[in-house]
């Protein structure tokens, strides 16, 4: 077999996920074309990018990076600061250290491939959007969240246009636009977003239960806060269904879920269900995660809302006793 013919049928086997057989194959063209061709020939340097490419789906951050940074330091220097692979390197680079929560290297990176890509393709390239959807998930890591909804409501217009509203990153970027805007507490404004993005994921045959809990999660959260729990709550016990039934039974997912389905009940005035259901999701992730995370400070803060409300004020003193300071502003990360 040719260098051109390995490198297609690595090519093959990463995009169906085999990626132990991709990577000698890489490795064998990175090796091979490096000693004939040379380490700057693009094929050899177009192979260590894909190298790189399947280490970081497998999880092998630490593999991956340096690979990334010797291709794009000799992209630049071979094929040009804007070349389509120099840039394409810049922005993976970008988007792994904005995985691995390196945001400080992750967005300069970002940044510039965003300008180069418009300049070179276009605003609404796929190849100018993709880096800002990396660029926007940064963002919202770093709590930055009027700067990640202005990035999340380009790519919404732009994905609608190209792929239109049923693609699956159509689908992503309004569900990052959704979250950016819970964080504001912009939640009327959120509400409309998150109907269509149900209404989207509920007609598709191929979603998977834990992404229908997730927006099933998303859109009652929302509704929740909007006054409307009546409306929640069927789509709460669908979602905690769900994720009760789930192999990967993920305590911190259930313990969330019966938390927010407790509040919209204390809101429907059903304390006793209410209590039954908080109580239970505190000592879930109690055991799991003790109680100094983002979920156990949110669902001690319900559970004093509740004792106040019903009224238990013996309950709810004791309770309050064991909030953080700013427990008035305590919102637990999306599940």
């Given at each position: 077999m040719t260098l051109e013919s390995i490198n297609n049928l690595a090519h093959l086997y990463r995009d169906q996920g085999r990626y132990d057989e991709a990577e000698p194959l890489f490795s064998e063209v990175i090796e091979t074309g490096g000693r004939v061709l040379g380490s700057d020939h693009l094929l050899t340097l177009t192979a260590m990018t894909?190298?790189?490419?399947?280490?970081?789906?497998?999880?092998?951050?630490?593999?991956?990076?340096?690979?990334?940074?010797?291709?794009?330091?000799?992209?630049?220097?071979?094929?040009?600061?804007?070349?389509?692979?120099?840039?394409?390197?810049?922005?993976?680079?970008?988007?792994?250290y904005g995985h691995l929560n390196r945001h400080d290297e992750a967005e300069p990176l970002l940044l510039e491939a965003i300008e180069k890509y418009r300049r070179v393709l276009g605003e609404n390239h796929t190849h100018t959007l993709a880096p800002m959807a990396s660029l926007a998930a940064v963002y919202q890591k770093q709590e930055r969240f009027e700067e990640a909804e202005r990035v999340y409501r380009t790519l919404v217009q732009q994905f609608r246009q190209i792929h239109g509203p049923e693609h699956r990153a159509t689908r992503w970027s309004i569900e990052g636009l959704i979250l950016s805007l819970t964080r504001l507490g912009r939640f009327t404004e959120a509400e409309p977003?998150?109907?269509?993005?149900?209404?989207?994921?509920?007609?598709?045959?191929?979603?998977?239960?834990?992404?229908?809990?997730?927006?099933?999660?998303?859109?009652?959260?929302?509704?929740?806060?909007?006054?409307?729990?009546?409306?929640?709550?069927?789509?709460?016990?669908?979602?905690?269904?769900?994720?009760?039934?789930?192999?990967?039974?993920?305590?911190?997912?259930?313990?969330?879920?019966?938390?927010?389905?407790?509040?919209?009940?204390?809101?429907?005035?059903?304390?006793?269900?209410?209590?039954?259901?908080?109580?239970?999701?505190?000592?879930?992730?109690?055991?799991?995660?003790?109680?100094?995370?983002?979920?156990?400070?949110?669902?001690?803060?319900?559970?004093?809302?509740?004792?106040?409300?019903?009224?238990?004020?013996?309950?709810?003193?004791?309770?309050?006793?064991?909030?953080?300071?700013?427990?008035?502003?305590?919102?637990?990360?999306?599940?």
């Open positions: 894909n190298l790189a490419v399947v280490y970081r789906r497998q999880g092998r951050y630490e593999d991956a990076e340096p690979l990334y940074l010797e291709t794009l330091e000799t992209m630049r220097r071979v094929l040009g600061e804007e070349h389509p692979y120099t840039l394409s390197c810049m922005a993976s680079l970008g988007a792994l977003l998150a109907r269509e993005l149900w209404a989207l994921w509920e007609n598709n045959s191929k979603a998977s239960p834990a992404s229908i809990a997730r927006v099933l999660y998303l859109l009652a959260d929302i509704l929740v806060h909007n006054g409307k729990s009546e409306e929640a709550e069927p789509l709460l016990r669908e979602c905690l269904e769900i994720r009760r039934a789930s192999e990967a039974e993920d305590d911190r997912l259930i313990a969330s879920t019966e938390s927010l389905l407790g509040d919209c009940l204390t809101t429907l005035g059903r304390y006793e269900e209410a209590e039954s259901l908080l109580l239970e999701s505190y000592a879930r992730i109690e055991s799991t995660e003790g109680e100094s995370n983002d979920i156990a400070h949110a669902i001690r803060k319900r559970i004093v809302d509740l004792y106040e409300i019903w009224p238990r004020p013996d309950k709810a003193t004791a309770w309050r006793a064991s909030l953080p300071e700013s427990a008035e502003a305590v919102r637990p990360s999306e599940p």
